[in-house]
């Protein structure tokens, strides 16, 4: 092992030693978004067809006057996606915490990436 690798390493432990809760999740949910394909969503612009993977931070039901919907904030350590089902009130599986991968067409509302609709698979629990 040269001298490069050596120092190279103990700057990621170094590192890793060092970071806060918060980064060490957020490194790990973008490697693992990775390992399902998901394009990360900090990269994510307007009109583009994306996958992204990560874990719901928070999901809501908001009951409008002529449309109901479930909302649900996807992290994939990077930013935020905003996942929005038009029509729904409760969805199986949809629940914070929980892991998924979504597919659809980033839309931007509020100054917020949003997915319409999107499709989805639920990764199974861990």
Do not use: F
Not at 97 to 104: E, K, S
């Amino acid at each position: 092992m040269s001298t490069d690798e050596g120092r190279g390493s103990l700057r990621r432990m170094l590192r890793r030693l060092t970071a806060s809760e918060a980064e060490i999740e957020a490194q790990e949910l973008r490697r693992e978004s990775a390992e399902h394909g998901g394009v990360p969503a900090g990269q994510c612009t307007r009109g583009q067809v994306v996958s992204v993977a990560g874990r719901l931070r928070t999901v809501v039901y908001t009951p409008r006057t002529n449309l109901p919907t479930l909302e649900a904030d996807l992290y994939d350590g990077s930013d935020v996606v905003t996942l929005v089902w038009l029509g729904r009130r409760h969805i199986a599986g949809i629940e914070p915490g929980r892991h998924l991968t979504a597919r659809g067409r980033v839309a931007v509302r509020d100054d917020r990436k949003v997915i319409y609709n999107p499709y989805y698979e639920l990764e199974p629990p861990k």
